[in-house]
Each structure stands twice: as C-alpha cells, then as structure tokens.
C-alpha cells in the first residue's frame, strides 16, 4: 500500500458518493474490495477515476481536515455535519471501510491531469444500433460547470455555468466575456445558477428565465440560507438588464442546505412555465404542501398562477404546486406527440425515476420509493401506496438521472419520438425506446466522456450536450 497520508477531507468527499453504498454485505459473504465499491457507488460524485465531479476530487495534495487515518475513518463512520456527510457506520464494514481507504490512498500522487477520463478523447464517431453519429467537441476550454443552454436563433446560444455565470456561444464557439449584471449566486454542491429557458416569444419580447440560488446575506458565506428562485430579465449585448422575479419563497422558509435544489426549467406549447424544486435534503418537503420544496410548479409567464392548477384553492401559500412527492428532479421536457410533461429525477441509494407530470399527482417521495437511504437503511418497505403514482421507469442501483431530450428532430427519422437522457454516474447518454407510455427499450449511446448536464436540439437539427468533468460542449449529428 501507498505510504501517503489519505486526508481526513477524503472522509468529506467520499461521504458524498457512499450515500450510494448498499449496507454492508454481512458476516456471510466476503467483504468488497475497495475498487469495486469506489466504481460501483462513489464514482457517481467523484468522477469514475477520482478526478472529481458533483463531489471534490479525491487525488490531491492538500486536504482540508488533514491526513490522519484515525480522524478519516471518524468521519466516514459518524460523519460532518456542518458539511453536509452523513454517516456510515452502518452502511460499511469495518473491512470494507479500510478497503476503500486503501483504494484511494494507492491512487495518491497521481496527477489529475493524467486520469483517463480527462486525457480521453472524444471520438470522430459513434456507431450506434440505428445510426453513425459523427461527434464534434465544440469547446473544451473555457467554461465552468456548464448547465443550461438555449439557443437563440441560428447563430447563437446561451450557457449558464454553476458557479453564477451566463455566456455566449456564438457560430459554436465561446464568447470570451461574460455576461455582467446578474444577481448574487450562491454556489455549493448542487445549489448555483442552474437551468434557462426562453419565452414562447422570445423573438419579440427577449425574456430570459433563469433559476438560480438566492441567498440571504454573503453569497460566498456557506451558511447563509439560500433558497431557488426563478428571475427573467433581457441580455443587451454583454449585460443583464430589467430583471424580474417571477418565483421565490418567503425569506422565513430560506434554510442552510446545498442539496437537492433541483432545478430544470420548461415552457410548454401552451405558454406554461414548469420548473422543478428538489427536497433541500429534508424528505418531509416533499409530501408537505405547505413547503415548496419536493414539488414541480407551474406558472404563467409573467409568474402568476394559473386558476386552474391543481392547489389554486389550498390554503398553502404555494398555489404553484403542480405535482409532489418530488425528491430531486432534474430533468423535465414536453413529449412532441402526446404533448404531456415527462420529468426525470434522482433517487436516494437507486430508486431514480421517470415520471409524467400531471396535475395534483403524488410521485410518493418518500413514502414509496425504490432506494434506501444514503447509509444503507430502509426509507421505507413500500414501492406502491395508495394514492401515489408510480414512475413509468425506475433505476436500481441509480443512473444518475439528469437532463431528457424526446427527438422531434428530422435529422433523426430512426429515433421520432424517443427519449434521450443524460445520466451523471458512468457519464452516459441513452436512448430510451416508449411505445404505450412504457420504456421497452434502452440503448447507452455515449460513455465515459464527462457527466451529461445537458441535452438539447439546435435550431441545425443537431443534439449538442454540455458535460462537465472536463467542462465541454458536445454536437452529434447522422454521417451522411
């Protein structure tokens, strides 16, 4: 085994993936080898060669709560709780837990810059089951966590990045400037500026939407309550001007979690903005309807409520609930056919889902699910209950779920109308195959290239795809 120290900041990071971790195998059955458990469970936020992804990089050479053994497994065992790690005594063995340890101290002393799926090309061309689909990597430098991207008309598009920062893609490469003017955002963990949209009439009008994380104080202050809001506003060359809130909560509802703030964003053809609140981390959010978190909403444009939607007459103060029992959706599109609302999101330890968005539903979180919790134990015994919705589609062990794109592009004649997804764990997109409302049929299209934020047609026809880990824009299109 390596002599470097392993930090006890490993604890922290890794504490992030082992949510993933089923509990341990028992007296029984041999104890899992630390590569298999990191690839299995921990790659999903750490990048499947360490290099780092949703959580911290685990190759370093400073950490931030030192390199002590003993101080490490307190951590993994106990956990921190002002950094958000649960917990894991129970989910590992004692074996185990030193197993993985030892997994990652071997990787220590590697550079970053040499982990294959840094250094990895992406290749000219993908054969898929009905298709050659040629790639392009239309930028590689410059951006930081790319997120949401919307294209204005046939020369140009705008990206945010997480960090807070909205940029242009002009004739598929990136504008240098940022844009300026945008308001405070709090970036930790999956909190930051996250998905846009366009209006309907955004040719006539030029609003934006953005959802980002508003907080109450110092935007880099990592315990200052933040909550997920929603703005418009217009982009005057490089600035950011008339903005607008169009959705937030009370400031006595802001708490101090960087979990699970979903957030994709949607207009329908019917001019309905849809936008997704993860549970911040607290499950009863979800089944409560005096809380927006949990939930998917649906506003009008200018961020009223519809009459019509489902809690209008509830006395929550929260008539923008359109379905709960939401954990984390991050994923949400309109399907060009049926015209319904398909929304994907995150499980707990497996349990990812793939649900349609209909008005009052009750999608169970976490009173029915397919996961466990993050250390090992039961959520809950139920799959189904009455009253609740199951998913069309679920994942055990979790994908990841991230963006959906269904394929209305001509350019695709062999994929009409199936569904493409971006999953975060093994850096994947697949195709999914619907007939009847049910997915038959999944094809992994793309792996091991970056985690998938994005997917999206532009106005050429073509599937472009922001990933981060390394931060890049993606544009695949049929070989002629």
């Known amino acids: 085994m390596s002599s470097s120290p392993i930090p006890a900041i490993f604890a922290v990071a890794l504490a992030i993936a082992l949510p993933h971790l089923s509990g341990h195998e028992g007296p029984d059955k041999p104890a899992r080898s630390g590569e298999a458990i990191y690839q299995t469970f921990c790659a999903t936020c750490h990048g499947m060669n360490l290099e780092g992804g949703k959580a911290q990089s685990l190759i370093k050479e400073v950490w931030q709560f030192g390199s002590q053994r003993y101080a490490m497994r307190d951590h993994v065992n106990f956990g921190i709780p002002t950094v958000g790690m649960p917990a894991f005594g129970a989910a590992l063995s004692s074996e185990e837990v030193d197993n993985l ?9 590697t550079k970053p810059s040499a982990n294959p799926s840094i250094r990895r090309e992406v290749p000219n061309e993908i054969d898929t089951e009905l298709n050659t689909l040629a790639v392009a990597v239309l930028v590689s430098e410059g951006l930081n966590i790319p997120t949401g991207i919307e294209f204005v008309d046939d020369r140009r598009a705008l990206i945010t990045e997480r960090p807070g920062g909205l940029r242009w893609l002009v004739d598929g490469e990136l504008d240098p400037k940022p844009i300026q003017g945008l308001p405070p955002t709090w970036y930790f963990r999956d909190a930051g500026m996250l998905d846009l949209a366009l209006h309907p009439e955004y040719e006539d009008n030029g609003w934006i939407y953005i959802a980002n994380s508003d907080p109450i104080g110092d935007s ?10 929603i703005i418009r506003g217009r982009v005057d060359g490089h600035k950011w001007i008339d903005q607008e809130l169009i959705f937030s909560v009370p400031r006595d509802e802001y708490t101090v979690s960087s979990v699970h703030f979903g957030a994709r964003i949607l ?3 019917e001019g309905y903005l849809y936008f997704s609140t993860g549970d911040k981390g607290v499950p009863e959010n979800s089944q409560d ?12 444009d200018d961020g009223s409520v519809p009459k019509d939607n489902p809690f209008y007459n509830h006395p929550t103060r929260h008539k923008s609930i359109y379905t709960y029992g939401n954990r984390n959706p991050q994923g949400i599109d309109q399907h060009p056919e049926t015209g319904e609302i398909w929304a994907t999101e995150h499980g707990p330890m497996g349990g990812d889902e793939l649900n349609v968005v209909r008005p009052g539903l009750n999608h169970g979180w976490p009173i029915a699910t397919y996961g466990k919790n993050h250390d090992g134990t039961i959520i809950s015994k139920k799959t189904e209950y009455p009253g609740v919705t199951p998913p069309i589609h679920y994942w055990v062990p979790s994908i990841a779920t991230c963006p959906i794109a269904f394929v209305s592009s001509a350019r695709f004649p062999e994929w009409k109308h199936n569904l493409l997804l971006g999953a975060l764990k093994y850096q994947e997109i697949r195709r999914l195959v619907i007939e009847g409302g049910q997915v038959v049929k999944e094809e992994t299209l793309f792996q091991g290239y970056g985690r998938v934020r994005e997917l999206k047609f532009g106005p050429d026809g073509a599937l472009y795809a922001l990933t981060n880990d390394p931060d890049q824009l993606l544009r695949f299109a049929p070989k002629k």
């Open 220 to 229: 880099k202050d990592r315990k200052a309550p933040a909550m997920l809001q």
């Open 267 to 269: 207009f329908d053809t």
């Open 101 to 109: 340890l030892d997994y990652v101290v071997s990787k220590q002393g």
């Open 289 to 300: 309807l005096f809380s927006a978190q949990g939930k998917i909403h649906r506003l009008h």
